[in-house]
């Protein structure tokens, strides 16, 4: 899953993308590199960040999904927790809804389940105002569990198809180093649960806090790349990056050395 922030804020990407013409550019550009999914943001959800409404966020993604559209096969997420963005976006013709939230929006579980869409529902401890102020766990890695059970119940009671449901833990939100690495190094218990699970490391500042340098976001592709990997041996479906190419080469690389990618005879 590429990311596609069309946010003016973004932590990553801030500023880069200009208009809809770029952030379509750039939606083409993690298509050639090999991107399953694309993953359109119209909030930042970074630590500190201020919500937008939403008709300003329908505003910034829409238009790009629509023109995105017909340009690629690949599968179009729109990373929202507002249920008229996820609408707009279906109609739109997205593939996917991304809530960080995990459908707590009021009548989000029984939209998902009208708009038959694929959802992911990711764990986050507070909102992004505040969640990294004091992020306190008795047993991370179990509670991230249970929550996502719990929401995957509410997913399917409320109708959502059970194959329609991704999981995710929400690496960084309302989370210290420890509890990421906790979870990192659990994912095999998320992936027990029976779901696919999406897994969004890349660039995070945990990379920075472990002592491998990266101050800058832009400045943490390897650290990146070792989470991918380490996801993908857990067995995670898949990994929400920001360097597509070179996650998908490391990606090869480790599936050829374990003896189940597809191997060039060329060389
Ligand atoms: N992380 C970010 C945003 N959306 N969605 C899922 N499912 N999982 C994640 O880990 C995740 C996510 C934050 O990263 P980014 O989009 O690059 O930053 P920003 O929110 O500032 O645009």
Redesign the pocket.
Known sequence: MG?M?V?PD???DGGRLEGVEGAVAHGLALDRAGADILDI?GE???PG?RPVNAEDEAGRVLPVIRTLRPLTPRRISI?TCKPEVARGAMEAGADIW?D?TALAAPGAADLAAELGCEV?L?HMQGEPRTMQAAPQYEDVLAEVCAFLEARAGAALAAGVAREKIWL?P????GKTVAHNLALLAGLERIVALGFPV?L?A??KRFIAAVGAGGMLASDRLGGSLAAALAGAQAGVAAV?V?DVAETVQALRVQAAILGDGEVSPAR
């Open positions: 990311v922030n946010t973004s932590f990553s943001g930042s959800t970074r960040a990373d991304n960080v992911v990711m995710d929400g690496i960084g939100f999406l969004g890349s660039r929400r920001h």
